[in-house]
């Protein structure tokens, strides 16, 4: 059974960083390489949820323009954990912080992955609170 757990949340003041881990259970070493698509969420009260970026099986990603520039998603297979470094955190960064994962070997392309948010797996989230 897949399971995120995100961690690394927390309260910093403007223009501090963090960086987000998501670790995941019930994925293997060969699994977890094999998941073509992954990706941070986020959603602050009152606002829809808002993909912030996404990594392709191959390593390829994608960060929402609000954060370009700012933040990096990466992974490590063989931890099986999923980052997100956050730099020059601004106060409209902060809101809960979701990772997501699709099943492992759910084909899809990469077009496909960037604009994907219907994801299988999700974690229970951590909270990023910038203060001005």
């Known amino acids: 059974q897949v399971q995120l757990v995100e961690s690394g949340g927390g309260s910093v003041q403007a223009g501090g960083s963090l960086k987000l881990s998501c670790t995941a259970s019930?994925?293997?070493?060969?699994?977890?390489?094999?998941?073509?698509?992954m990706g941070w969420f986020r959603q602050a009260p009152g606002k829809e949820r808002e993909g912030v970026a996404r990594?392709?099986?191959?390593?390829?990603?994608s960060v929402a323009d609000s954060v370009k520039g700012r933040f990096t998603i990466s992974k490590d297979n063989a931890k099986t954990t999923l980052y997100l470094e956050m730099n020059s955190l601004k106060p409209e960064d902060g809101a809960m912080y979701y990772c997501?994962?699709?099943?492992?070997?759910?084909?899809?392309?990469?077009?496909?992955?960037?604009?994907?948010?219907?994801?299988?797996?999700w974690g229970q989230g951590t909270q990023v609170t910038v203060s001005s």
């Open positions: 019930g994925y293997s070493y060969a699994t977890y390489s094999d998941t073509y698509c």
């Open positions: 997501a994962a699709e099943r492992p070997r759910s084909v899809m392309t990469w077009s496909s992955c960037q604009a994907w948010n219907e994801f299988t797996y």
């Open positions: 990594i392709y099986a191959d390593f390829r990603t």
